[in-house]
């Protein structure tokens, strides 16, 4: 089991340091350089614009690259060296963005390499100083706190491990219990005295946190625990073993202060969801700004291969369960099908225009559903929206079939660039294909769609699975 969310607390305040240190020196290191090369910081309004750009992309691009995530048992060589590939990508991005503005001219070339430098010395040492203060206030014991574990065995060396992976939080593990079973049919918490007074031994002295571990069939464990720490004013705190459900982002949080354990969530919310809009947003207008000369083409390549429209528009599902209309460029002939029914295209189906099949084959009649991303009502990556009927006929077949509706549809998804793509006409491929679509929901980053995106440009003309 991953205990996520068992160190939020702490792990909160620390990612919240690193962040606004990181926000601190991108702009400090972009003055600095100004008076390194240019003797001042310029006048005009560009640079200090790009430098609250260059925090801002920070903010999307450096959890990308995993800047912000626990360095468990990892070396500073490996966070630096991670580094060394966020800020330099943070700053190509924004040279990307001046040229498509046309503003570029307007910056200092010395000036920029030498904030690309400056910038990287400052946040590689602003992370060693950081990490090295942290350690060194561990090892003098401020601020750490003392645990005690009730588990079994296996249970408590596993926490043991995950607390010694993840020094920055200050959390030792002193002392380990191991509750015997509750006597059969007893109703008295203070039974088996003798039992609990090794606890309360272990308890004794210099220890903050009590973690009781143990399956939530142990109710009576649970309660024989609270009562022989009824005097102590240690915090003692259930960690739930949820190994064996069937999980999907999930989390320990607090609603309105009543404790609640997420076993299945979209995990993007957030800072998560902000960035992911983002990034539909800006790559969704850069790409129409780019093909819509392309789309206008194929509009009349439509209208010229077969009467009808250029557009076929689909009721489909989108995030929450909720019905959205795709938008396609038509690759088929006009055909009307009996209500509540769906045919599948097949490879070599006579319903395919001659155009339509060079259209579904680069994927070129997906382009529209970019409009859709604009609207808000998908993602450029995501699970592939299928059609009402289809998902009327695997909901119940399909163990966890709606749980890929927690998040924005997708032009493109994990599940199509691992070879999933087109008809489902068995079971197995409509399993495997949730399968992967589970899996994007799980491990989501920008960096995964960054890569998902351009692993389906490179397959689009490989991919024996379009017809």
């Excluded at 031994?201 to 720490?229: K, S």
């Excluded at 240690?234 to 949820?242: A, C, L, S």
């Excluded at 209309?325 to 006009?334: A, D």
């Excluded at 189906?349 to 680069?362: E, K, S």
């Amino acid at each position: 089991m991953r205990y996520r969310g068992v160190l939020k607390e702490y792990a909160t305040l620390w990612e919240a340091m690193l962040r606004t240190s990181d926000a601190i020196i991108v702009v400090l290191s972009g003055w600095l350089a100004s008076e390194i090369y240019l003797g001042g910081m310029p006048q005009l309004p560009g640079y200090r614009i790009g430098m609250v750009l260059a925090v801002l992309l920070c903010l999307i691009m450096f959890p990308a690259f995993g800047m912000y995530k626990v360095w468990r048992g990892r070396s500073i060589t490996e966070e630096i060296w991670t580094l060394t590939l966020a800020w330099p990508a943070t700053l190509v991005i924004l040279t990307l963005f001046a040229f498509l503005t046309k503003t570029g001219p307007e910056f200092s070339r010395g000036w920029f390499l030498i904030w690309l430098g400056v910038g990287w010395v400052m946040l590689a040492l602003s992370r060693t100083v950081l990490r090295s203060a942290l350690r060194a206030l561990r090892r003098r014991g401020f601020n750490q706190r003392n645990v005690v574990i009730v588990a079994n065995r296996e249970k408590a060396d596993e926490l043991s491990a995950f607390l010694a992976d993840a020094p920055w939080s200050g959390l030792v593990v002193t002392g380990i219990y191991t509750p015997e079973p509750a006597a059969a049919g007893s109703s008295d918490p203070g039974q088996d005295r003798d039992d609990l007074a090794e606890l309360v031994r272990l308890v004794d002295g210099d220890v903050a946190q009590v973690w009781i571990a143990v399956p939530l069939r142990e109710e009576e464990t649970i309660h024989r625990v609270q009562y022989a720490l009824r005097h102590s004013t240690v915090d003692v705190r259930y960690v739930p073993d949820i190994s064996s459900f069937q999980l999907l982002n999930h989390s320990i949080a607090e609603v309105a202060g009543i404790p609640m354990i997420s076993l299945s969530s979209s995990g993007m919310d957030g800072i998560d969801r902000v960035v992911k809009s983002v990034e539909d947003y800006i790559l969704a207008s850069l790409i129409l700004l780019l093909v819509s000369p392309i789309m206008l083409l194929i509009a009349a390549g439509v209208k010229l291969s077969s009467p009808g429209p250029a557009l076929f528009r689909q009721r489909r599902l989108g995030m929450g369960g909720e019905e959205i209309t795709i938008l396609k460029f038509r690759s088929m002939v006009q055909h009307a099908e009996p209500p509540g029914s769906l045919t599948q295209a097949r490879r070599g189906d006579a319903r395919i225009t001659a155009f339509g099949t060079f259209l579904r084959r680069t994927s070129l009649d997906e382009l529209p559903q970019f409009l859709n991303v604009l609207r808000g009502e998908m993602s450029i990556v995501g699970p592939r929206p299928h059609p009402l009927e289809l998902n009327e006929q695997y909901k119940t077949l399909v163990d966890r079939y709606m749980a890929r509706h927690k998040i924005k549809p997708g032009i493109t998804g994990w599940a199509q660039i691992n070879g999933y793509r087109g008809e489902t006409d068995t079971l197995l491929k409509m399993q495997k294909r949730i399968e992967y679509d589970l899996h994007y929901i799980e491990n989501w980053s920008l960096w995964l769609d960054l890569k998902i995106i351009a692993l389906t440009v490179i397959r689009q003309f490989v991919d024996r699975n379009a017809y």
